[in-house]
């Protein structure tokens, strides 16, 4: 009797986290096939020729930034809505605007930050920014959304 429970026992707990890591791999598939799909019509549309990197964006519109190369060898960033509209697409070439470097530089004058939780570049109604999400020192989440083109600032959301 005490073997069956400790079967049991046992069967329950692997099957439990069978079903938990199931969940999580599903709960990630939607990201991945967007920035796929995203990637693909990025090549497609003649935008990049390589493709290095991409991340969803979720600002007031969502976006799938696309890093790469174009056909000249320039880097580029290309914002594809999550529509995955073709003539919607915006795109910025890298030098033309602050690397994510001198963004955080900008962004440390702030002063009260305990954590950067991530920086993304993204597309919104300004153009290309940078999106710092931070916790400062009260535990508070905080975005900072500084432009690309010229490195002021353009939002801030603080204390959530």
Not at 9 to 14: E, G, K, L, R, W
Not at 27 to 56: G, H, N, R, W
Request: net charge negative; hydrophobic share 45%; charged share 25%.
């Amino acid at each position: 009797m005490k073997n069956w429970l400790i079967f049991i026992s046992v069967f329950m707990v692997s099957l439990s986290l069978v079903i938990s890591i199931l969940v999580l791999w599903k709960a990630e598939a939607p990201f991945s096939s967007i920035e796929e799909k995203a990637e693909q019509l990025a090549l497609d549309a003649k935008a990049l020729a390589i493709v290095t990197e991409s991340y969803t964006y979720n600002g007031k519109n969502s976006y799938v930034t696309v890093f790469g190369v174009d056909e000249y060898g320039d880097k580029k960033a290309v914002f594809v809505p999550t529509n995955l509209e073709e003539d919607s697409i915006q795109e910025v070439f890298l030098k033309d605007g602050i690397t994510e470097k001198q963004a955080l530089s900008v962004f440390k004058k702030e002063g009260n930050v305990q954590k950067v939780l991530h920086m993304k570049l993204g597309y919104e109604e300004a153009g290309a920014v940078w999106e710092i999400s931070y916790l400062n020192d009260q535990d508070k989440l905080n975005y900072v959304y500084i432009l690309f083109k010229d490195g002021d600032w353009w939002k801030r959301i603080k204390n959530l």
